[in-house]
Structure formats: structure tokens, C-alpha cells
């Protein structure tokens, strides 16, 4: 606890306010915002939500940011979901596969509409698989063994391979980020590394564009247009029935004005409540405090191969070389009945767990290991720009902590205190550090987007083709290529342990554990879903 704490004064300095104080600020953003009236109010259901982030960034194909991704689910529908037992099940489209396993036609069901009226078409879809494989590493690979991609008929997708591929239904299926997405032609035509111009889908929710704040506020209105599925919701699969008239997204950065405005019922909803708050949070007989995410997440540390000082092999092994898990999961999490020194890339408590080449990361050994081996790289000092969002309560300790353990190993540090957003948007720019670049960023993956090599965000190294930090590496991809053939689970967990090998000898990236945070919301909010891209706001229902 004692860490936590620590952690929020050294990067987010504050005094607790009273509960005076907290009605004031409520109300400041309520009026600032034009959070919902009175008179809407008495009208409709409203879910008012604090997320774990702002949103700024609203392209989902754009930034695998979670905060993005989230507001995808609200808008957007995908072909495939996950549920679950981690199987693929229909969505907007059923499928059939070749006797050869070499052709996969989709079918799209009916009653699909866009919101701005007009039907969904295979073209559409077709358009949106082709983007979304742009920046997806499991995209790129399916689209590697791809022969063709085409709209059959109007409601008819084909998928041709050049071989067999086993993972092509885990990558259209696939339930976080980058999530394929799917939206009309026109905005699916728009570049990958462009944003799109408008927030239209076909999802259980309308993007409320009118009332968009970045940073502020973000609202979301009943699709009454959307026709759900009749199973039962099961993560990112089955129906996705809605059942109140508006979500609204109220950032109040502040996690103690959050907390203090869920327990007087100004907000229904809060993500991410800080973790010394639980015991008081839990025993308030009208909140409900539940991990939605079982599996948890990853954090991690990712550096920019691009530009010294990291863009030496050495160096980055040094600065492997002095993080450990612990310093780090203390400081951000602080109760470790929430967190797990893991030292498997791919998740402790997976099929591909393995704990080759973690042994400093766990164990905290490596200090004097990583100033020897800076010595010897021959370090000139060359300042390290760390990207520190000082909004985001899941971010804010990692970077404070890995720039305490670089500066004892020698490294000279520049931590660059911004908002979580201003870091989703920078980490994506290649100009020098001195220019606006970076060297060094963190962020946190739920287990699904870490849990195999293929679907993995950051274990891709394609050089200009991989996601900001930009990697090349041929035997990473050689070694992915092979794991993405393998048919045996003995054989595919073989190369999972090579993959963990090259990741930590090359410094492809730093996982730093794993770790479950807790939401709590209103006794009067009922319904939530778990899952491994939570919160969704689909079957959650609001009594008076």
C-alpha cells in the first residue's frame, strides 16, 4: 500500500478533497462538459462511466490503445468474437471451410445497417480486414498467407490461402487491440497510419459526435437500429443487447474526485479505483468491487530501436539489465494479492508459459550486471526521453520507477511528464528524441494480446512494418513464420521458448508481470460483463 501511495505523490501531487470540494468539481465538469440534464435525465437511463484513460484518440485502427479500443466496442461490430473458452464464434458473419482448409467464405447475417442508415456490404468488410491487417501483427501475417481477399457477392466474403494457415479464425476472431473492426468502404479506404473523419459503424452504440470533448467527455446513444445475436453474451461473442438509452465517458483524472463522486452516486461507473481505496470500497454496502479481467495484464516497457542509445544491442541489455518486476509491480499496484512476478512473456498460467532468460527480471539480480555492461558499450551519455503520462492511474508509477533504476545504472534520464493520450499520439512519431521523439515508453496488454507470438502487439520485429519502437529482427520472423505452421501444441510451445529467448537477448521488449486491477460501480448498475476487453457497456443494465 505504503508503495502506492508513494507512487501517486511523486507523479501526481494532490491533496485528498473534502467531500465538499469533490461536489464542487463534479459539478464544474458536469456544467463544462453538458453532462447530462435533469430533464434528459428523468427521461432516459444514463450510465455516467470514469474510464482508465481520456479519450482523445477515437480511430480504433489507428493506436491499439485500450482506451480507443473501448470506444471501438461501443461503435463498431467485428465478424468473429471470442468467447469465453477462448473459441471463435459468429458475430456478424458465419463461415464455412474448404475440404482443402484452403477457402473460408464468410456469410453476413442479416439486419446489419451502418448508422447512417445504408446496409453493411461484403465490400465494406473486405475494406476493413485490408486496413485493420496494416498494423495488426496477426493481419500481417494472415494477409501473408493470403491469396486472395475478395467481396463475392454483396453479403459474401472469400479468403483464399496459398497454404494452410491455422490461425486465420483467431485473427478476424481476435478480441483486443488492434480489434478488426468493422466500418464502411469510404472510411476503411483511409491509410492506416491516417485517422478517419467520422465515428460511423454498425455497433450497438452511436458515437455522439456533438457532445465529443476530447479529453473531457465522450458520448454514446442506443443503437435502436442493431439487431443482436440470440445467444447469450459470452465476452466479445453472443448478443449484444442494450439495454439503457446513453453511456457517457467523464474523465476526472483526479482518481480520489472519482472515487469520492462514485460513493455519493454521481458516477455509476469507475474502471480502475486506486487499489488502497479497496478496503474502503468494498465494504460501502451500495458499490459492487469485482476483477472483470481474470487473466490480467501485462505490463511492459518498450524502447525506440531507431535512435541512440537503444538502437545498440548492448545498451539495451543494460537497461534490461536493471529493471526488476518487483520495484515496479509495488509501485503501481502496491497489494500483492493483485499482482504476479512473471517472468513468461507470454503469461504465467498459459499454455506457452516459460521462464527462459527472465532470471534478473524476476529475481531483481542484474544491477551490477547492466553498469558493467554499459561500461563496456561504451555510453556517452546520451540522455534516455521516457514518456510518462501523469493522468492514467495504470501508467503513472512504471516510468517513475524504471527512470530511478536506469539512473543507478548509469544511464542519464529525461522523464517527460505528459498526458496518456499526448503519449499514444507521440510514441507514434519517428523524429529524433531532441525533436519531439522518444526513447522509451510503457504501457499495460491484457493476457490475449500477449498470449502467443503471432497475436502479440510488440513481439513483432518488421522493421518499419512493427508497432512504435520498430524492431528488425529476420529470426524473430522466422521464428514467428515457424510457430504460425506449427500444428502440434509440444511443437508450437518449443518455439514460444525460442520467441521468449530472442525477445530478452535482443530487447524486443521488457515485460515487467502481471498484474489484475478491480472496477467498481453502483449497487443500481447490474449486468456487467467479464471478459478480456472490459468494460463493455452491452447487457449492463441501470435500475432507479
Do not use: C, H
Given at each position: 500500500m505504503e508503495a502506492h501511495v508513494k507512487r501517486d505523490r511523486m507523479s501526481h501531487p494532490s491533496r485528498r478533497p473534502s467531500f465538499a470540494l469533490v461536489s464542487c468539481l463534479v459539478a464544474a465538469i458536469a456544467v463544462s462538459a453538458g453532462v447530462t440534464t435533469k430533464a434528459v435525465a428523468a427521461s432516459k437511463k444514463v450510465i455516467t462511466a470514469v474510464m482508465h484513460s481520456d479519450l482523445r484518440v477515437i480511430d480504433p485502427v489507428f493506436t491499439p490503445a485500450y482506451i480507443t479500443r473501448d470506444h471501438g466496442y461501443m461503435v463498431y461490430d467485428t465478424l468473429l468474437g471470442t468467447d469465453a473458452k477462448f473459441q471463435v464464434r459468429p458475430q456478424m458473419a458465419e463461415w464455412t471451410v474448404s475440404d482443402d482448409r484452403l477457402t473460408y467464405t464468410f456469410t453476413l447475417r442479416d439486419g446489419l445497417k451502418w448508422h447512417d442508415g445504408t446496409p453493411v456490404t461484403a465490400e465494406d468488410c473486405v475494406a476493413s480486414l485490408r486496413r485493420w491487417s496494416r498494423n495488426d501483427s496477426m493481419g500481417q501475417k494472415l494477409m501473408e498467407a493470403a491469396a486472395s481477399l475478395e467481396a463475392t457477392d454483396a453479403r459474401t466474403i472469400t479468403l483464399k490461402l496459398k497454404e494452410?494457415?491455422?490461425?486465420?479464425?483467431?485473427?478476424?476472431?481476435?478480441?483486443?487491440?488492434?480489434?478488426?473492426?468493422?466500418?464502411?468502404?469510404?472510411?476503411?479506404?483511409?491509410?492506416?497510419?491516417?485517422?478517419?473523419?467520422?465515428?460511423?459503424?454498425?455497433?450497438?452504440?452511436?458515437?455522439v459526435k456533438a457532445e465529443f470533448q476530447p479529453g473531457v467527455k465522450a458520448v454514446y446513444e442506443k443503437n435502436t437500429d442493431y439487431v443482436p445475436r440470440q445467444e447469450p453474451p459470452s465476452w466479445t461473442?453472443?448478443?449484444?443487447?442494450?439495454?439503457?438509452?446513453?453511456?457517457?465517458?467523464?474523465?476526472?483524472?483526479?482518481?480520489q474526485t472519482a472515487v469520492n463522486a462514485l460513493q455519493s452516486g454521481d458516477i455509476d461507473f469507475m474502471e480502475f479505483p486506486p487499489l488502497d481505496l479497496e478496503p474502503l470500497l468494498s465494504a460501502n454496502p451500495d458499490l459492487t468491487m469485482n476483477v472483470l479481467n481474470k487473466f490480467g495484464y501485462q505490463t511492459l516497457g518498450r524502447m525506440n530501436f531507431l535512435f541512440p542509445p537503444f538502437d545498440n544491442v548492448k545498451i539495451r541489455r543494460a537497461a534490461f539489465l536493471a529493471m526488476n518486476q518487483k520495484d515496479v509491480l509495488d509501485a503501481l499496484v502496491g497489494n500483492s494479492k493483485y499482482y504476479t512476478i512473471c517472468g513468461a512473456v507470454f503469461g504465467c498460467g498459459t499454455p506457452l508459459e516459460a521462464d527462459i532468460g527472465s532470471e534478473t527480471l524476476v529475481k531483481g539480480n542484474g544491477m551490477e550486471q547492466a553498469k558493467k555492461l554499459l561500461a563496456e558499450a561504451g555510453y556517452d551519455g546520451t540522455p534516455v526521453v521516457i514518456l510518462a503520462p501523469g493522468d492514467a492511474i495504470t501508467l503513472k508509477a512504471q516510468p517513475v520507477i524504471a527512470a530511478q533504476l536506469l539512473r543507478a545504472a548509469g544511464f542519464k534520464v529525461d522523464l517527460q511528464t505528459t498526458d496518456w493520450q499526448t503519449v499514444v499520439t507521440r510514441r507514434a512519431s519517428q523524429k529524433p528524441p531532441k525533436e519531439g521523439g522518444w526513447n522509451m515508453f510503457f504501457t499495460n496488454?491484457?493476457?490475449?494480446?500477449?498470449?502467443?507470438?503471432?497475436?502479440?502487439?510488440?513481439?513483432?520485429?518488421?522493421?518499419?512494418?512493427?508497432?512504435?519502437?520498430?524492431?528488425?529482427?529476420?529470426?524473430?520472423?522466422?521464428?514467428?513464420?515457424?510457430f504460425a505452421k506449427a500444428t502440434k501444441p509440444e511443437d508450437q510451445k518449443r518455439i514460444a521458448a525460442e520467441i521468449q529467448k530472442e525477445i530478452y537477448d535482443q530487447v524486443i521488449y521488457v515485460p515487467l508481470g502481471q498484474w489484475f486491477m478491480p472496477s467498481a460501480w453502483?449497487?443500481?448498475?447490474?449486468?456487467?460483463?467479464?471478459g478480456q476487453a472490459v468494460p463493455v457497456f452491452w447487457n449492463v443494465d441501470k435500475s432507479e
Open positions: 494452410p494457415y491455422g490461425l486465420v479464425l483467431e485473427s478476424i476472431g481476435k478480441p483486443s487491440s488492434y480489434v478488426p473492426f468493422m466500418m464502411p468502404k469510404r472510411l476503411a479506404e483511409t491509410p492506416a497510419n491516417a485517422q478517419i473523419s467520422e465515428q460511423i459503424g454498425s455497433g450497438p452504440f452511436k458515437f461473442a453472443g448478443g449484444k443487447v442494450v439495454k439503457v438509452d446513453r453511456v457517457e465517458w467523464i474523465s476526472m483524472p483526479d482518481a496488454s491484457v493476457i490475449a494480446d500477449s498470449g502467443n507470438p503471432i497475436g502479440s502487439t510488440f513481439v513483432g520485429a518488421r522493421g518499419q512494418k512493427s508497432p512504435f519502437g520498430w524492431p528488425d529482427d529476420p529470426k524473430m520472423e522466422e521464428l514467428r513464420d515457424a453502483r449497487k443500481s448498475i447490474s449486468g456487467v460483463l467479464e
